[in-house]
């Protein structure tokens, strides 16, 4: 795939999107996959999806390809698979998730956000176990990975934490792993933020960017430049709102060498948010998915000239997630 190229997601239905290939260069847009291979009527995707470094194969968390094994622990947990980037090959990594509830309540499996590391041999996601005890919910998630050879089963990237671990995202030029920690317990040496972990999740992560009340990250993964030299992430900006102030999902990027975090774009509009982004491996562009009332649509800001310039590319209110 051209570097020109990035995907995105269509949603066609409530529980169906297809993935789409836009190249910039030409303009022109061409359908990757429907998920309806496994002879299914499709399947929801969402922002559950990443491109391996080469740009050859396409990693996603998703419901696609349920086996009989998988149907009978009766949990609708997702599957990472890889598939090439013409939509053919594909290749399941993980396997048949054992239902664990033992009686608890509402017991269920998240998987997502599915990342490859530096070499394009493993892939990150995200792993949690939730359920209820009355009416709290109770459980955690962390970060697993799992080679894309096969013939492994997952492993634990980092050993629990005081926080929910999520969302990995690798730093191209180095292999490291930028994770988003939550829900963290007090009193445990660890805040919400962005986090900086060694490729094999060794050593104490560096804290790049803490939550707080004027600018509280967002469970996306962050996406980087291809040179390292920092990445695009979501965050709650608070701005004026009469004589108070209210929150605004928006879009920020993130220097590594300043180690600092500015705005992009903050959306005006009383009904309008920034969903997700991505940027260029050039760092020539950022592409964002925009939300207006019930619309989605992408936009686009070209960095390359002597100013920057943010144009809408699509228009029909359902396309969103867009990769580099």
Known sequence: MPASTFLYVSKVAADRDVLIAYDRASGQAATITDFRGDESEGWSLGNDYAISPDRTRIV?????????????????????????????????????????????????????????????????????????????????????????????????????????????????????????????????????????YDENGGATPELLLGSTNALDVMLEAPRWAADGSGFVFIALAQVPDGNSTRQVRSLYVFDMKTRKASPVVVPQGPDARVIDATAAPDASAIVYCLQEGEARNLHLIDLSGAEATDTAITNDGKSCHPVW
């Open 60 to 196: 996603v968390a998703s419901l696609y390809g349920a086996t009989k094994a998988d149907v009978d622990t009766k949990l609708a947990g997702k599957r990472i698979w890889t598939l090439a980037v013409d939509g053919s090959d594909f290749r399941r990594l993980t396997p048949v998730w054992e239902n664990k509830a033992a009686g608890r309540k509402n017991f269920a499996i998240e998987v997502s956000a599915p990342f490859f590391s530096k070499n394009g041999e493993d892939v990150f996601f995200d792993y949690g176990e939730y359920w209820y005890e009355g009416t709290t919910l109770q459980g955690a998630a962390g970060i697993w990975r799992v080679s894309t050879a096969g013939g492994r089963l997952p492993d634990l990237f980092k050993e629990p934490s005081p926080c929910s671990l999520t969302d990995p995202s690798v730093d191209p030029s180095t292999g490291k792993v930028a994770v988003i920690h939550s829900v963290c317990v007090p009193g445990q040496g660890q805040t919400s933020g962005i986090y900086l």
